[in-house]
């Protein structure tokens, strides 16, 4: 049997960035994924806030690096249509560079992955958790290929449907704070804005339905629909029929796909938002990213929450391994320092994203404070930017 201090249970951006904070903390550890990288995840592919703070804080170079990589593209504009009817838009100042970039998740994550310390990361890809049990002197792993690795503490960093989230810390599934989203790439996408904007559109269609595009450096362009995981039961929409049937016959959005081709099939996949609706720590685990429902609820940012979580769980870590103590009750502060960092931003997007249900109040509250929420992104973006 293998042990170890610590181990990370999935290598995407919160595990990628969790590993990359504990190597510079000089803390050894094991880094688990049942893939093998680069590996592909469906995602809307656009990085904003929180990716850029993390890659910029982590250094070595990190940050520099991406914002020079060939596949990754950067635009100073977000346009937020409201309904075919408003939009706000949201943009960088003159002397900072973007406010989102897009890059491809089976590049994005292999560029992190490719920055893990040969040092202190094991990396143990390819090979799926299989089983987790609590033993007296930390948490028994059992992998795919019967190996096994005892770790005094263990981040659960394995995405919306994780095992530690659902072994460790008994979270069910709770399709109430929940997206649903579709997503496929296409090539030949025209009428792109100049400067790359992100086309961001609320359709409503009985709920409110969330319309991406986002285009990448090498001419294809991500095309993404979803909303509440709940409601779109309940309305009984079929995501794939009404992404296609949007895409070829709103007026704003039919002229740009008339020569577009759709690359593969479309992909389906989900985003927890349950911040604070569940179990983020216990004995001798955290929960980082999708699996603790970080994402923000309104603009569905689950990358950069993801790794920031990441950072603050690495930093928690160095503190357990210090006072050796690795309790519920002495993790609470990665809990605590996770409410300070997101607290506020994840519970406004949480009631934007109810008050969005309500078309006509939500048209209202956009009209009524769409000169301030311009005004005042400036600040906010710096705040949770780079
Ligand atoms: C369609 C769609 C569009 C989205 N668009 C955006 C967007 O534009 N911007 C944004 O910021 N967010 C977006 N999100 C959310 C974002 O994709 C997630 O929040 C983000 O991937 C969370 O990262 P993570 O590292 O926590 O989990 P993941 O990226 O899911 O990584 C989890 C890792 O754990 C591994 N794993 C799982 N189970 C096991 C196991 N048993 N053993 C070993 N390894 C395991 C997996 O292989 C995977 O590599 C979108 C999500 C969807 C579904």
């Not at 659902?166 to 296409?186: C, Q």
């Not at 629909?225 to 895409?247: F, T």
Request: hydrophobic fraction near 40%.
């Amino acid at each position: 049997m293998i042990k170890t201090d610590v181990c990370i249970i999935g290598a995407g951006p919160s595990g990628a960035a969790t590993s990359l904070m504990l190597s510079n903390l000089k803390i050894s550890h094991y880094i688990i994924d049942k893939e093998i990288f680069p590996r592909d995840k469906a995602c809307g592919d656009g990085l904003i806030l929180y990716a850029y703070k993390v890659m910029k804080l982590l250094g070595n170079n990190l940050f520099e690096e991406f914002l020079n990589h060939p596949k990754f593209l950067h635009s100073k504009r977000i346009k937020l249509h409201i309904n075919n009817k408003q939009h706000i838009l949201f943009s960088e100042s003159e002397d900072r560079d973007m406010l989102i970039s897009y890059a491809k998740r089976i590049d994005f994550d292999h560029f992190l992955v490719e920055h893990l310390s040969e040092t202190y990361a094991q990396k143990e890809f390819g090979n799926g958790v299989k089983s987790l049990e609590e033993k007296p002197a930390g948490i028994l792993i059992k992998l795919k290929d019967g190996k096994e690795i005892l770790a005094k503490i263990i981040v659960g960093a394995d995405g919306a449907q994780s095992i530690v989230s659902k072994k460790l810390a008994n979270n069910k599934i709770d399709t109430k704070n929940m997206s649903t989203f579709v997503t496929a790439y296409f090539n030949g996408v025209k009428d792109i804005p100049k400067g790359n904007d992100a086309e961001v559109r609320i359709i409503y269609k009985n709920m409110p339905l969330f319309f991406y595009v986002f285009p990448f450096a090498n001419g294809d362009s991500n095309v993404t629909l979803g909303g509440n995981s709940n409601q779109i039961k309940k309305y009984n929409i079929n995501l794939i029929d009404e992404i296609e049937n949007i895409i070829s016959t709103n007026e704003n959005i039919q002229h740009k796909f008339t020569n577009a081709t759709r690359i593969g099939k479309w992909r389906g996949w989900v985003i927890p938002y349950r911040f604070e609706k569940q179990k983020m720590i216990g004995n001798r685990f955290l929960l980082v990213g999708d699996a603790a429902g970080l994402a923000n609820a309104f603009y569905k940012e689950g990358i950069g929450t993801g790794m920031m979580s990441g950072v603050i769980a690495a930093r928690n870590i160095e503190r357990s391994l210090k006072y050796n103590d690795f309790s519920e009750s002495f993790l609470k502060n990665y809990e605590v320092e996770i409410k300070n960092e997101f607290g506020k931003l994840l519970k406004f997007s949480f009631y934007m994203l109810k008050i969005s249900r309500f078309k006509r109040l939500f048209s209202l509250v956009v009209f009524i404070f769409k000169k301030r929420i311009s005004k005042k992104s400036f600040r906010i973006i710096k705040k949770r930017s780079y």
